[in-house]
């Protein structure tokens, strides 16, 4: 059985930082596309950003120059570097893969900018 777990969200100023992690563990033989997306109050889920197995990343436009993603294929882990965090970027934040040619979530972590 494969889980996706976050972690690191929690509490920043305005202009913080915060770094998400997600690991997958289980049994795995092959994580190709990792992805970040987050889900404001009353608002639809949206993609934040893509991470492809080789590295190549891709970012919505609301988070670029801001956020960076990173995976570690060793330890099955994506990453999410958040620097010049604004209020607008509070939400939950969910970790998506594509597992053996399957989806998975991860639970979900809040974050929220407020001073």
């Known amino acids: 059985q494969v889980q996706l777990v976050e972690s690191g969200g929690g509490l920043v100023q305005p202009g913080g930082s915060l770094k998400l992690s997600c690991a997958a563990s289980?049994?795995?033989?092959?994580?190709?596309?990792m992805a970040w997306y987050r889900q404001a109050p009353g608002k639809q889920r949206q993609l934040v950003g893509t991470?492809?197995?080789?590295?190549?990343?891709d970012y919505a436009d609301s988070v670029k120059g801001r956020f960076t993603i990173s995976r570690d294929n060793a330890k099955n882990t994506v990453y999410l570097q958040m620097n010049s965090l604004k209020p607008e970027d509070t939400a939950v934040y969910y970790c998506?893969?594509?597992?053996?040619?399957?989806?998975?979530w991860g639970q979900g972590t809040q974050v929220t900018v407020s001073s």
């Open positions: 998506n893969a594509i597992i053996d040619y399957r989806a998975y």
């Open positions: 289980g049994s795995i033989r092959e994580i190709n596309l």
């Open positions: 991470i492809t197995s080789d590295f190549g990343a």
